[in-house]
């Protein structure tokens, strides 16, 4: 019976004992308006609209998958059946921002696709047009990954360059001679070309810099003398130029996990060595169940979850922290000049984002959630304890029924 049923119900029955005890005492003026009351009363509330507690419930889960999980918790109502003031307020202001931010994704995802699709076509060949935006980033990736060299072949091509080079340094050099002019520069870059590249990216680069540099002031000493030949040397630094694109961005391929983006091992070690013995919490975040999602639907989709979890591990840490990915689908983050207490606070956050957020794949929404291990690292301590630790916190996380967050016992 539902409260509408109820009401109706003790209306009737009011209408039944009304009379009886209006009967049995006739003078009593205070009951019949004391009867008469309790009748209006449950007309109103007839009358009022009624939203049954699971209708509620099930609108308010609803609702709180559009919020973050701070402002998700804020639709539960107080012992008393109300939202409280601030909480209403808070809620307002933040329904106001993701409406904002819905607005300008309506505006600018199709602005973005002509992007990625003006990008693809410059370098090989569009996605479809029924690709979704997810998969013309991806499609724009891999034609960009299929234009990057490996640092070994990148430094093949530019010793080719630089052998290739010497005749037209050599002319140069012959023509400035016959004009009657010395050009130190040039006898720097030469000299600079004919050395070994270094090993080191970096260095590689700024040798090369400085060759150019030199290469360019000879060059405009010839401005006059011949246009043929200008021409030709500032084809070579563009392909210059475009070398040392190409070294910047394999070093950043290096640093950086493939499929999700986030740093990967040989960066998180770079980071570890300028923390030093800094206090800092270490977090090691582990997806549940993961295996049975990539036996069920199929790697690929397995990849999106992958894809999508480390952009959320990106947005819910702080631009001083570091989220990295170290396993299959296995990740860690490291806060930095932050105690356990204050990293468990910020752990159970993103472990609550994660088990609301909607993951998208193309076989259809996945809801996943993750087990999470934490330890304090204290000046003195090896990185290699602290990870152990936050290693032993997670098995206990997994054992304990998963989806949650365990703290490592202090040493």
Request: no cysteine; charged share 25%.
């Given at each position: 019976?539902?409260?509408?049923?109820?009401?109706?119900?003790?209306?009737?029955?009011?209408?039944?004992?009304?009379?009886?005890?209006?009967?049995?005492?006739?003078?009593?003026?205070?009951?019949?308006?004391?009867?008469?009351?309790?009748?209006?009363?449950?007309?109103?509330?007839?009358?009022?609209?009624?939203?049954?507690?699971?209708?509620?419930?099930?609108?308010?889960?609803?609702?709180?998958?559009?919020?973050?999980?701070?402002?998700?918790?804020?639709?539960?109502?107080?012992?008393?059946?109300?939202?409280?003031?601030e909480s209403r307020t808070s809620l307002e202001q933040h329904i106001e921002q993701r409406q904002l931010l819905m607005m300008e994704a309506q505006q600018e995802i199709p602005a973005t696709r002509q992007i990625l699709d003006r990008s693809s076509s410059l370098i090989g060949t569009r996605a479809k047009n029924s690709d979704s935006l997810q998969k013309r980033a991806s499609h724009l990736e891999s034609l960009l990954k299929s234009h990057l060299q490996h640092d070994t072949a990148l430094r093949s091509e530019l010793q080719q360059l630089i052998e290739a080079f010497h005749p037209s340094l050599k002319a140069i050099g012959t023509l400035l001679g016959e004009a009657g002019e010395e050009s130190p520069e040039l006898k720097q870059a030469k000299k600079l070309l004919e050395m070994e590249l270094p090993e080191d990216i970096e260095e590689a680069r700024g040798l090369l810099q400085s060759a150019r540099q030199g290469i360019l002031t000879a060059g405009n000493k010839l401005n006059s003398a011949s246009e043929r030949l200008q021409q030709s040397i500032q084809q070579n630094i563009d392909q210059l130029s475009n070398m040392s694109q190409q070294l910047e961005q394999a070093e950043n391929e290096a640093r950086n996990d493939p499929l999700t983006g986030l740093a990967n091992r040989r960066r998180l070690a770079e980071f570890l060595k300028k923390l030093g013995q800094s206090r800092f919490s270490f977090l090691v975040v582990d997806i549940d169940h993961f295996k049975q999602v990539n036996d069920t639907y199929g790697h690929d989709v397995g990849d999106e979850i992958l894809q999508q979890l480390a952009g959320l591990l990106d947005e819910c840490t702080r631009k001083t922290d570091l989220a990295a990915r170290v396993g299959g689908e296995e990740f860690c983050i490291i806060f930095p000049d932050t105690d356990q207490a204050r990293g468990l606070t910020l752990a159970e956050t993103l472990r609550q984002a994660i088990e609301i957020y909607p993951f998208k794949t193309a076989a259809g929404i996945i809801d996943i959630t993750v087990s999470v291990g934490i330890a304090e690292h204290s000046p003195g301590t090896e990185h290699g304890d602290t990870f152990k630790a936050a290693d032993k916190a997670l098995y206990h996380s997994k054992e304990n029924g998963r989806n949650q967050v365990t703290c490592a016992t202090p040493a």
């Open positions: 019976m539902n409260q509408l049923e109820e009401i109706n119900r003790l209306l009737e029955d009011m209408d039944k004992v009304r009379p009886i005890v209006i009967a049995a005492m006739p003078d009593d003026q205070d009951l019949r308006t004391t009867t008469r009351r309790m009748i209006s009363t449950l007309e109103q509330i007839r009358q009022a609209p009624g939203i049954p507690l699971e209708t509620y419930t099930w609108v308010s889960k609803l609702v709180a998958k559009l919020l973050d999980a701070e402002h998700g918790a804020l639709l539960r109502p107080s012992p008393g059946g109300t939202i409280p003031d």
